[in-house]
Every structure is written in structure tokens, then in C-alpha cells.
């Protein structure tokens, strides 16, 4: 019997995207509500409870809500896209080349919670320095970043799209999140394994899907003898053995001239360069992704089939 697959908010960006992801695949069973119905909190809960992996594509109460239409049933797992439980108790988070052991972690786990686009890049930059003891706990990391347009949702995608929408927005390029209490700040921290939390600086691009994350460093904040060829080692040790996270070699990234934040539209993959001189005082760590892939909804289709492979 094939697997029966739940989306919870199938028609949201995430949602879509989930789905088209999924479109042609002929190993599980999509159950869906109408969107007419999406409201039917009967017809929702019965739905969920009748699947064997729920996927919730909603806004945190939204979540926790269905979690608890959920309580007392053993046999649904539940992969939940929102804030809501990324750095709970009880729950794997959802990267699976986070640690060499994740993917296990996620395979075994009944609960797990997706990252956030932005935490994915930082959190792949940070931990592996973290891991190998170059990079401090303590140490003041920021992290400066730019997405597409479509992180933000339908009603971002009106205002970018649409001159005539009420709130339409202009500008090519916006920073926000200026109060410094971005809702993804916990999670980087956490799974950063920093003990301070990241200044975490976000943006957005007039452009449909892609991402930059950057974490600038100087060397001589760090622990040892830290340069940029200890940095890059310590990033292709970490990854070595898979084929979602690419590391760029280092003359690979030398020889560019820019980095394209769309460069990995439509594809659920990461690459992740270190920038420097030789010799420098300073590197600069990038993340290059898709908002709506690695990001996002390609992070949760991974996950479900790490989830049915158990």
C-alpha cells in the first residue's frame, strides 16, 4: 500500500511547491483538501489524522494547532515548514547534511521541523567551523542575506508582481527585519551551536527564487591558526560523502568575478564558497541556494522520503 501524504496548506507557496515537486510520482498517495474546504476544521482533521506523513505548510499557531489535532495518534509524522517547532524539544531538525549523522536522526524521528531558508545558509557556513573548533562560541557572528521574493508569501508575491496592488512594492532591493528580532535568529543560534545570538541582517531582491547568505570573519578572532585553506578544509571535511552541499573549491571560487543569487533556482541544492586572499586577515563564507529548494520545499520532500525509508 502506498504511503498516503498530506499537505496542510497545500495552496500556499510552500504548499505549490511541495506539490510540483511531487507531481508525477507514483510511490505515494497525495491526500488533498479543496481549497473551497480549506477552512472545514473537521474535514482537515480527518485528513491529517488519516495520513501516514503529514506535511504542515502553515503559519506557527496554524501549526501547533494541527500538532494538537494530532495528540494521542502514534502512527502520523508530521514534517512542519513553519517557525513553530525548529528549536523544540522532541523534534529533528530537518537538515539532513547538518552532522553526518542527521539523516539518520530525521529517518527515525516522528516529528521533524523543516529550517528556514536563511538558517539552512548560515547554519551550513557556521557549524562546521563550530565542529572542527575554529570558530568560538562565543564568537559575534553576523550574517548578512538577500532572497527572492517569494519567501515572503502570496501577498509578497502581489505586491512584487502586481503594480496596481494597494501596497505594491517598487524598490529593487529592501532591507528588513531593522529591529534585529528576526523570528529565525533561535534556530541559527541553536543549530549554529553558537552560545550568543547572530546579528542577523535580511533582505530582499526583486527576483522570484534564489539566495545569498554571507558570514564574514576575521581570522584572528578565530581559534588556532585559521586561514583560509583551514576554513575551506574544515567545510569539505564536513560534507564529503553527499551530493546535496556542494563546497566550491577554492580556486574555483578565486577565478569568479560575482555571485548570481538565482543561480540555483528550481533546484534543491546548496553551494557554499569561501572568499579570501591568501594570506588575508579576512574571509568571507557564502551560501548560495533556492529559497523555495534547499530552502524549503525541496528540504521537505527530502525529508518525507528520509521519513518513509525507515
Known amino acids: 500500500m502506498k ?41 482537515r482533521e480527518d485528513l491529517l489524522n488519516s495520513a501516514d506523513v503529514a506535511i504542515l505548510c502553515l503559519p506557527d499557531d496554524a501549526a501547533r494547532q494541527a500538532v494538537e489535532m494530532l495528540a494521542g495518534n502514534d502512527t502520523v509524522r508530521v514534517i512542519d515548514t513553519s517557525t513553530a517547532h525548529r528549536t523544540a524539544e522532541g523534534w529533528a531538525y530537518g537538515f539532513a547534511e547538518m552532522d553526518k549523522a542527521q539523516a539518520g536522526k530525521i529517518r527515525a524521528s516522528r516529528r521533524v521541523a523543516n529550517p528556514g531558508c536563511y538558517p539552512t545558509g548560515a547554519i551550513g557556513l557556521i557549524r562546521p567551523l563550530r565542529r572542527a573548533g575554529i570558530l568560538p562560541s562565543g564568537h559575534p557572528v553576523t550574517v548578512n542575506a538577500v532572497s527572492g521574493y517569494t519567501g515572503g508569501g502570496k501577498q509578497m508575491i502581489a505586491q512584487m508582481e502586481d503594480p496596481g496592488h494597494a501596497e505594491a512594492i517598487t524598490a529593487p532591493h529592501f532591507l528588513y527585519g531593522l529591529p534585529l528580532k528576526h523570528k529565525h535568529v533561535p534556530e541559527m543560534k541553536m543549530h549554529g551551536l553558537l552560545d550568543r545570538a547572530p546579528i542577523f541582517s535580511p533582505s530582499v531582491g526583486r ?16 581559534s588556532g591558526d ?48 569561501v572568499f579570501g586572499s591568501k594570506g588575508g586577515s579576512a574571509v568571507n563564507l557564502v551560501a548560495l541556494l533556492d529559497n523555495l529548494g534547499k530552502g524549503a520545499s525541496g528540504a521537505a520532500v527530502q525529508n518525507m522520503d528520509l521519513m518513509l525509508s525507515a
Open 3 to 43: 504511503p498516503k501524504i498530506f499537505i496542510d496548506g497545500e495552496h500556499g507557496t510552500t504548499g505549490l511547491q511541495i506539490r510540483t515537486r511531487m507531481a508525477g510520482r507514483d510511490d505515494v498517495e497525495l491526500l488533498s483538501i479543496p481549497e473551497a474546504e480549506r477552512r472545514n476544521a473537521r474535514l
Open 207 to 222: 527576483f522570484p527564487q534564489g539566495m545569498i547568505v554571507q558570514v564574514p570573519l576575521f581570522l584572528d578572532d578565530l
Open 226 to 273: 585559521a586561514s583560509l585553506e583551514s576554513i575551506h578544509a574544515a567545510l569539505a571535511d564536513h560534507y564529503a560523502g553527499q551530493e546535496i552541499v556542494e563546497v566550491v573549491g577554492l580556486d574555483r571560487s578565486a577565478a569568479l568575478a560575482r555571485i548570481d543569487a538565482t543561480e540555483l533556482a528550481d533546484t534543491d541544492r546548496m553551494k557554499l564558497f
